[in-house]
DNA sequence: ATTAGTCAAGAACGTTCGTTCCTAAACTCC
DNA sequence: GGAGTTTAGGAACGAACGTTCTTGACTAAT
């Protein structure tokens, strides 16, 4: 009963990730969300209770969405090269990283919920990165362990250089070679 | 002839890059400023202009005397293992590293002038990897450009997987397994 | 001692922020 | 076809923002 809304959730939320992961979260005001998702305030309200609600909705649902789905690809990839493609490659999970790039750098030291949601997801990301590296008998489990970690953090590194200017040739070239070294090393 | 100002402009300096590297641009309110600087309001309009005056100049101070330092430190460490442990060793550029971080992500895409002071950072950071890589002559030249950049993407990376709150342990534990790798290999 | 000039202190400015209130419209159920 | 309920629309709220203005304190040169 009672009239029905106007606008679809899912979209809603989804457009509302995209507009979130161009600036920060205090970049961004209630009238920009008001305009871009073309849904009126009260209903944002209504729906999601404050600003950082929908944040907080926005930043799970492209964790789930977007993040979720690379890792298992990482996870698919074989070995770290190929995992680095496929972390780098695809432009749709651009906005995906860079949502999670801002939240990681300027949400979560300030938001603990934030920090809450990431933890897992950051894990996740180590433990795909750990199954495409593989075990070598030969190697230290430890050293796979590090490796995997710092291929993480290589990825969101290159991501936010991308988003700082670096050209993307030069991202490409960096993602290429470190690739390449890692394949002859493996 | 005047009354001489009761503070130095090189210490509210020094405060206001520690202060930045804490929380977002758009989280610290010149009420903040005032407060944690100790210097009144009409005193940090008559010297930097405005709060994005004060902050550019807080930026460059600590490009230049924390980046640059590790910058050089990078280039003077021999291997690219060393080079790692020169970047996250050292506690002291945390801070540094932290603003570098939040201006790349957040700040840059929105300012260009913010822009405009990174690259040169980000291009020397580069070449100063690439330095401590050293030339291998049996390897490709690219190859070896491309990993310079990919150690300064790590170095980034771990830093802000640090800020999200992962555990420093765990981050030590990627730094140094990366760098046993590193070494082993170089 | 007076004058001119700079700085400190704090009140106050207009805007913009996130949020709430109020009323009209649109639907389901009885 | 009212009654009841939920949404849409827009005005309006107090608070906080960055910035400016006004006043009084202080110092150096005249």
Not at 33 to 60: D, E, I, M, P, Q
Not at 115 to 137: I, K, M, S, W, Y
């Amino acid at each position: 009963m009672g009239r029905p809304r106007g606008f679809d959730e899912a979209t809603v939320v989804r457009s509302a990730a995209e507009l979130f992961s161009t600036r920060s979260y205090d970049g961004i005001s209630m009238d920009d969300l008001v305009t871009h998702l073309g849904v009126h305030r009260n209903s944002l309200y209504k729906t999601f209770g404050s600003k950082r609600g929908l944040y907080l909705v926005a930043l799970r649902w492209s964790l789930r969405h977007h993040i979720a789905p690379l890792v298992d690809r990482v996870a698919a990839a074989g070995d770290l090269a190929g995992a680095l493609r496929v972390a780098l490659g695809e432009p749709a999970t651009e906005a995906g990283l860079n949502l999670l790039l801002m939240a990681a750098v300027e949400r979560a030291p300030v938001d603990p919920e934030v920090a809450d949601e990431l933890a897992p997801v950051l894990a996740a990301f180590d433990q795909a990165a750990r199954t495409a590296a593989g075990r070598h008998p030969d190697r230290d489990e430890q050293d796979d362990d590090g490796v995997a970690l710092a291929l993480t953090a290589t990825i969101l590194g290159l991501r936010l250089r991308a988003r700082a200017g670096t050209p993307g040739t030069t991202i490409d070239q960096a993602g290429a070679a470190l690739a390449h070294r890692l394949t002859r090393h493996t």
